[in-house]
C-alpha cells in the first residue's frame, strides 16, 4: 500500500487546454515516424526525424536530456517494451515491431505519446495484440471519463478497465513494474498509473488532472529485465511487446486526448469534453 502523500498538479482549463498545443506537436510527430517506419530505415534515423519535426514545430523534445537519456524518442523493437534508445547501427527489418514513444514541451506544458506500428509485415499475433493493446488504451479512457463525470470515480477504475479488456481478449502478458503517470508542467508527475488493479482506489478523477495512459503488453511472461544500457526495458523471456500511450486531460464535463489531432472524439464519443473543442479541419 502507498503511504506517502501524492503531488498532484491540477491544472486549470486554460492549462489544460495549453497543454493541447505541446500534445499536437506529439501526434504530428508520431504520424511522421509511423510512415518513415520500413525495412532498412534506422531507428537512429527515426530518432533525427522526430528531433527535428518537434523542433521545426516551436516545440523541445521532452525526453532528450531527462535523467541523461540521449534522444528524442524511444524505439523499442520486439522483445524491447520501452525506453530501447535509438541508434544509427539498428536497422528495422521486414516483420519487426516498434513502439515509438515521444514528447514534446511548448511553452513549459508536456505531451507524452507512443505508438506500435509494424514493419512491413508482420505476425497476425502481434498485429492483434497491438489492437488489443489500443482496445485497452482507449477503454482505460474511456472508464477514466465515465468516472469523472459520476463525480465518485477513483484512478485505478482506469487500471482495471485496461486490464479487464486486455484479460477479455486472450492470454497476454500485462507489464507490471512500469505504467501511466501524471503529467503537466513536467513529463512525470503523481499518480502513477498501474495498468491492472481493483477500481475504485487511488486519487479522485477531478476536472484538472492530465494523465498519460500507457499499457504494455508481452505475447509471453510479463516478467521484465533492464539493459546494461540503464535504460532498455526488455521481456525477460525475449517475448515481443507492445506499448501505446496517451495523454489526457480532464474537463468538467469530460476529458480531452491531448496527444490525438480529435481529442478523442472517434473513440470516445460525447464522453469528450465541449471546453477544449474539436479543432477545426
Ligand atoms: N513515455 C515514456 C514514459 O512515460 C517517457 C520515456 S522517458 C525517457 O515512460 F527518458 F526515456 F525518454
Ligand atoms: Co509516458
Given at each position: 500500500m502507498r503511504t506517502t502523500t501524492l503531488d498532484i498538479e491540477y491544472k486549470t482549463p486554460e492549462q489544460l487546454t495549453r497543454m493541447r498545443d505541446a500534445g499536437l506537436v506529439v501526434a504530428a510527430t508520431l504520424a511522421r515516424l509511423a510512415e518513415a517506419?520500413?525495412?532498412?530505415?534506422s531507428t537512429g534515423e527515426l530518432d533525427a526525424l522526430a528531433e527535428e519535426t518537434i523542433r521545426a514545430a516551436?516545440?523541445?523534445?521532452?525526453?532528450?536530456?531527462?535523467?541523461?537519456?540521449?534522444?528524442s524518442i524511444c524505439s523499442s523493437v520486439n522483445e524491447q517494451i520501452v525506453h530501447a534508445i535509438p541508434a544509427p547501427q539498428q536497422i528495422l527489418r521486414d516483420g519487426d515491431v516498434i513502439s515509438l514513444d515521444c514528447g514534446a514541451i511548448v511553452d513549459g506544458w508536456h505531451g507524452d505519446a507512443a505508438i506500435t506500428v509494424g514493419v512491413g509485415q508482420i505476425d497476425p499475433k502481434i498485429e492483434r495484440m497491438i489492437e488489443v493493446a489500443q482496445e485497452a488504451m482507449w477503454a482505460g479512457i474511456a472508464a477514466g471519463a465515465r468516472s469523472l463525470r459520476s463525480g465518485?470515480?477513483?484512478?485505478t477504475d482506469i487500471s482495471y478497465a485496461i486490464e479487464s479488456t486486455i484479460r477479455q481478449a486472450g492470454r497476454y502478458g500485462i507489464v507490471r513494474g512500469y505504467g501511466g503517470h501524471g503529467i503537466g508542467?513536467?513529463?512525470?508527475?503523481?499518480?502513477h498509473v498501474l495498468n491492472y488493479g481493483r477500481p475504485g482506489k487511488g486519487p479522485r478523477l477531478v476536472p484538472g488532472l492530465a494523465l498519460a495512459i500507457e499499457p504494455m503488453l508481452t505475447l509471453g511472461s510479463p516478467d521484465t529485465a533492464e539493459l546494461a544500457d540503464g535504460w532498455t526495458v526488455i521481456t525477460r523471456d525475449r517475448s515481443v511487446a507492445v506499448h501505446v500511450e496517451h495523454t489526457i486531460a480532464f474537463f468538467a464535463d469530460g476529458v480531452w486526448v491531448t496527444t490525438a489531432e480529435d481529442g478523442g472524439r472517434e473513440r470516445l464519443g460525447d464522453l469528450v469534453t465541449s471546453v477544449a473543442g474539436v479543432p477545426s479541419s
Amino acid at each position: 500500500m502507498r503511504t506517502t502523500t501524492l503531488d498532484i498538479e491540477y491544472k486549470t482549463p486554460e492549462q489544460l487546454t495549453r497543454m493541447r498545443d505541446a500534445g499536437l506537436v506529439v501526434a504530428a510527430t508520431l504520424a511522421r515516424l509511423a510512415e518513415a517506419v520500413a525495412p532498412g530505415v534506422s531507428t537512429g534515423e527515426l530518432d533525427a526525424l522526430a528531433e527535428e519535426t518537434i523542433r521545426a514545430a516551436g516545440a523541445v523534445p521532452s525526453f532528450k536530456g531527462y535523467h541523461g537519456y540521449p534522444a528524442s524518442i524511444c524505439s523499442s523493437v520486439n522483445e524491447q517494451i520501452v525506453h530501447a534508445i535509438p541508434a544509427p547501427q539498428q536497422i528495422l527489418r521486414d516483420g519487426d515491431v516498434i513502439s515509438l514513444d515521444c514528447g514534446a514541451i511548448v511553452d513549459g506544458w508536456h505531451g507524452d505519446a507512443a505508438i506500435t506500428v509494424g514493419v512491413g509485415q508482420i505476425d497476425p499475433k502481434i498485429e492483434r495484440m497491438i489492437e488489443v493493446a489500443q482496445e485497452a488504451m482507449w477503454a482505460g479512457i474511456a472508464a477514466g471519463a465515465r468516472s469523472l463525470r459520476s463525480g465518485r470515480g477513483r484512478l485505478t477504475d482506469i487500471s482495471y478497465a485496461i486490464e479487464s479488456t486486455i484479460r477479455q481478449a486472450g492470454r497476454y502478458g500485462i507489464v507490471r513494474g512500469y505504467g501511466g503517470h501524471g503529467i503537466g508542467t513536467a513529463m512525470h508527475q503523481d499518480p502513477h498509473v498501474l495498468n491492472y488493479g481493483r477500481p475504485g482506489k487511488g486519487p479522485r478523477l477531478v476536472p484538472g488532472l492530465a494523465l498519460a495512459i500507457e499499457p504494455m503488453l508481452t505475447l509471453g511472461s510479463p516478467d521484465t529485465a533492464e539493459l546494461a544500457d540503464g535504460w532498455t526495458v526488455i521481456t525477460r523471456d525475449r517475448s515481443v511487446a507492445v506499448h501505446v500511450e496517451h495523454t489526457i486531460a480532464f474537463f468538467a464535463d469530460g476529458v480531452w486526448v491531448t496527444t490525438a489531432e480529435d481529442g478523442g472524439r472517434e473513440r470516445l464519443g460525447d464522453l469528450v469534453t465541449s471546453v477544449a473543442g474539436v479543432p477545426s479541419s
